[in-house]
C-alpha cells in the first residue's frame, strides 16, 4: 500500500520562497513517475510539475516554468517541489501523486494518470 505525506506549506509574501517535500512509503517508488498538482477553492485540481521514474524527465505547466523545480531521491523515496518567485495566484492546496510503475520512464500531467494522493498541503501568498 503507497502512502504519501506532504509537508514544508506554509504562509508566504509574494516573491518569497517554498520547498514542497512528499515522502512517499512502499517499494515501488523508484519505478514510479511522480506529480504535483494544485487546487485553489472553487477551482479544478491542476497540474502543476511531473517527474519521469528516473528524475530525467520533468514537466512543467506554463504558469509554474522557470519558476518551480521538481527533483527527487529515489534513495530516500522522496519528491520534493521548490518554489520560487512565489505569486498570490500560486495560493492552493498542493497535493503529491504517484503513478504505478511502468517500464516507461515518462512523464504524466494529468489527474487520471496519477494512483496514489497524498492529503494535501496548504500554500499561501499574501501580496
Known amino acids: 500500500q503507497v502512502q504519501l505525506v506532504e509537508s514544508g506549506g506554509g504562509l508566504v509574501q509574494a516573491g518569497g520562497s517554498l520547498r514542497l517535500s512528499c515522502a512517499a512509503s512502499?517499494?515501488?517508488?523508484?519505478?514510479?513517475?511522480m506529480g504535483w498538482f494544485r487546487q485553489a477553492p472553487g477551482k479544478e485540481r491542476e497540474f502543476v510539475a511531473t517527474?519521469?521514474?528516473?528524475?530525467?524527465?520533468?514537466s512543467y505547466a506554463d504558469s509554474v516554468k522557470g519558476r518551480f523545480t521538481i527533483s527527487r531521491d529515489n534513495a530516500k523515496n522522496t519528491v520534493s517541489l521548490q518554489m520560487n518567485s512565489l505569486k498570490p495566484e500560486d495560493t492552493a492546496v498542493y497535493y503529491c501523486?504517484?503513478?504505478?510503475?511502468?517500464?516507461?520512464?515518462?512523464?504524466?500531467?494529468?489527474?487520471?494518470?496519477?494512483?496514489?494522493w497524498g492529503q494535501g498541503t496548504q500554500v499561501t501568498v499574501s501580496s
Open positions: 517527474i519521469s521514474w528516473s528524475g530525467i524527465i520533468t
Open positions: 512502499g517499494r515501488t517508488f523508484s519505478r514510479s513517475a
Open positions: 501523486a504517484q503513478k504505478s510503475t511502468s517500464y516507461s520512464d515518462n512523464y504524466y500531467s494529468r489527474t487520471y494518470d496519477y494512483d496514489y
